[in-house]
């Protein structure tokens, strides 16, 4: 197995460009689940090397949202109702981004490029909306969910909340009026995180059963996609299209392949203290650091809004390498400058980032996917 997965690793890292490989994972260690306790733990992309990256301002932190236009972490913190931000450089604290009532829990940058908040609080649990710089939007769903704690969007942009206390998930349209519950309690008795897969299944992780229940893009059940992972809760996926989820049980993050195989530990159990993972978020440092006459919006591609955006042939004569993420320092794709375009069909509607690199130095593009 171990060999499995330095092969898988090596792999990945040779089809990465030298640009692209300074990504790290990041955990939120909810530790003992009390007030005042936490820590944001950086591991390198081999689940080595761990660092405390943010222990100040913490209490029972949640999830980990990058901000690398402005060289910014927010974490969401359960126990003290606040979303506190970070030098996302050095993890040093800023100051507060937000106060929500209702206890932050899970966080994630929508497809209109707005922060969407969710609640665990069973009064205060509507969908909240805030400005990337802290300011408040709105309340976005007409109802709330109580004990909210996963969130996710498909394809068309409607959006989708689990509920930990009563085993559900509830949809709701893109102007966020409630369509119901979209998943019933028959197979879930504690979910956490949620994610659409490209084939437009909604994976539902199961905190209380030590599973990930798999349902097609109508809400029926299809059946158990992950066995045996007691307490999961936080997801991402590397490069190479393998998952990687935080197993609570075990104090580790393991791995599996994109149709649920399970490939090993990636982040070994309690390393670098490592106690209860909550969030597990793989983050590109290369798009940190930029001085600001690098970070002025330049044409890379044109439109700048659509579904397939065409490199300019002086972007092609300029960089190195262009790369896309997504808002939250995700990267979505690399292209090489000889491409001649870039199709956006495989990726929800948002804002991304084109970033072109030459010889250590940046430019960036925000581009808008409208199907």
Known sequence: MKIYQLLTLF??????????Q???????????????????????????????FIVDELSWPQDIV??????????????????????????TYINDFATVAGGP????????????????????????????????????????????????????????ISSFGSGTVTSFD????????????SELSGPTNIYFDDDGNLQVFDWNDGDVEQ??????????????????EGVDFLPNGNIILGHGNDLSVKEYLPDGTFVGELISSGLGGLDQPNAVILFDRSTLGLEENEKVTSQ??????????????????RFDTIQIFNTSGRLIDTLSPKKQQWSAFRVTEGTYLVVGMSQGRKTTQKIVVKK
């Open 105 to 160: 829990t899970r966080m994630k940058i929508g497809p209109d490029g707005l922060l969407y908040v969710i609640q665990w609080s069973t009064t205060d649990n509507k969908v909240l909306r805030y400005e990337l710089d802290g300011t408040f939007v709105d309340e976005f769903t007409d109802i709330g969910v109580p004990r909210s704690i996963g969130i996710d969007w498909d394809a068309g942009g409607n959006l989708y």
């Open 22 to 52: 300074d990504l790290k994972i990041y955990v939120s260690d909810a530790e003992n689940f009390s007030a005042n306790s936490g820590t944001i733990i950086q591991y390198d992309i081999d689940g080595t090397n761990p660092q405390d």
């Open 215 to 232: 349902y097609d893009s109508t809400g029926a059940y299809l059946d158990t996609f992950i066995t045996d992972v007691s307490q999961v």
């Open 174 to 185: 893109t102007s966020g009026n409630s369509t119901g519950i979209f998943v019933d309690n």
């Open 11 to 20: 792999l990945m890292c040779a089809t990465l460009p030298l640009s692209a």
């Open 300 to 317: 890379i591609v044109s439109p700048s809004v659509g579904t397939v955006f065409n490199l300019l042939e002086a972007a092609k004569n």
């Open 66 to 91: 990058f901000l690398p236009n402005t060289n910014e972490v927010i974490i969401s913190n359960l126990n003290s109702g606040r979303i506190t931000k970070y030098n996302a450089v050095d993890g």
